[in-house]
């Protein structure tokens, strides 16, 4: 479900870019610029908006064929003064018609009031009201994307829940590890959203640090206890491991493994083994796998 949500997030943003060899719809109809999980004038919060020279665009995501029926509430939003003065223009923009579903559900059920793009092969975007003739023609001509959109480096967004949270803060628990480091929560979800962390609003770069942070507490306090510690003043959290012991690398290993509560040891390179641990050793890795 995590890396389905990430995987549906790239693509969305990837309507709004171009690679070398695809162009995003509403890239190629001028929506070049965009920001995550803004605040409308109305307090509204959808996942993006998109803007042109003249107009703004409305998009929501969802992984659930139900989330059209609240679309109708974004159909007469407004841009905030702070979101015109990020993004000015020459002219007033004016919304570019119905605001946006994007998902990777086909089929799915459509209701009324907004317009539709599905991103998966077979690609497509069912138009129900689009007041930018340009955007309608790139929409209507475009066949979906072909290839595998950019990773942006984002490895989670705000929404992720916590447990979607685990495997990649794993991988970042890990690396502090091996450094003998500290990492503030702010420098996690910096290596979360990647790329795209500006594009993210403050509030809801908070509220995935605010999950972060519960996180590291937990860990510090239970499953970690032995390696971490976490810094209430500074919402870091620090973990040493004897990185040159392989029996402290494997200890380590398999309390992140129990924690993720998963059978199948990750593969950390920079945990791994340059020789053979004594099959004696008490705390043998087992049935680690390189």
Not at 129 to 158: E, M
Not at 200 to 222: A, D, H, W
């Amino acid at each position: 479900m995590g890396e389905r949500r990430v995987e549906l997030w790239r693509r969305s943003i990837f309507l709004f870019d171009k690679s070398q060899r695809e162009v995003g719809p509403l890239f190629e109809a001028g929506y070049k610029e965009f920001f995550c999980e803004p605040k409308t004038a109305e307090k509204l919060t959808p996942d993006i908006i998109g803007f042109s020279d003249e107009f703004f665009c409305v998009v929501d995501i969802s992984m659930s064929n139900q989330k059209g029926h609240e679309m109708k509430k974004y159909e007469n939003v407004t841009l905030t003064e702070n979101l015109k003065n990020m993004f000015p223009s020459d002219v007033d923009r004016k919304n570019c018609g119905f605001p946006f579903l994007v998902t990777d559900l086909l089929p799915t059920t459509i209701y009324k009031g907004y317009n539709l793009i599905q991103v998966y092969q077979p690609g497509q975007a069912v138009i129900e009201r689009i007041n930018d003739k340009r955007l309608s023609d790139s929409l209507n001509n475009w066949t979906g994307f072909v290839l595998p959109v950019p990773s942006y480096g984002i490895l989670a967004v705000p929404e992720s829940t916590e447990e979607e949270l685990k495997p990649k803060l794993a991988g970042i628990f890990k690396k502090i590890a091996v450094d003998d480091d500290e990492m503030t929560s702010e420098g996690v979800i910096q290596l979360l959203l990647g790329d795209l962390y500006e594009s993210f609003s403050q509030s809801s770069r908070s509220n995935l640090r605010k999950k972060v942070e519960n996180i590291c507490k937990q860990v510090t306090e239970g499953a970690f206890s032995e390696y971490a510690t976490y810094n209430h003043e500074n919402k870091s959290i620090q973990i040493s491991v004897d990185a040159s012991n392989p029996q402290s690398r494997a200890k380590f290993s398999r309390c992140i493994n129990s924690w993720l509560e998963t059978t199948t040891l990750f593969d950390f390179p920079e945990f791994r083994d340059s020789y053979d641990i004594d099959e004696n050793i008490e705390d043998d890795m087992g049935d680690y796998e390189d």
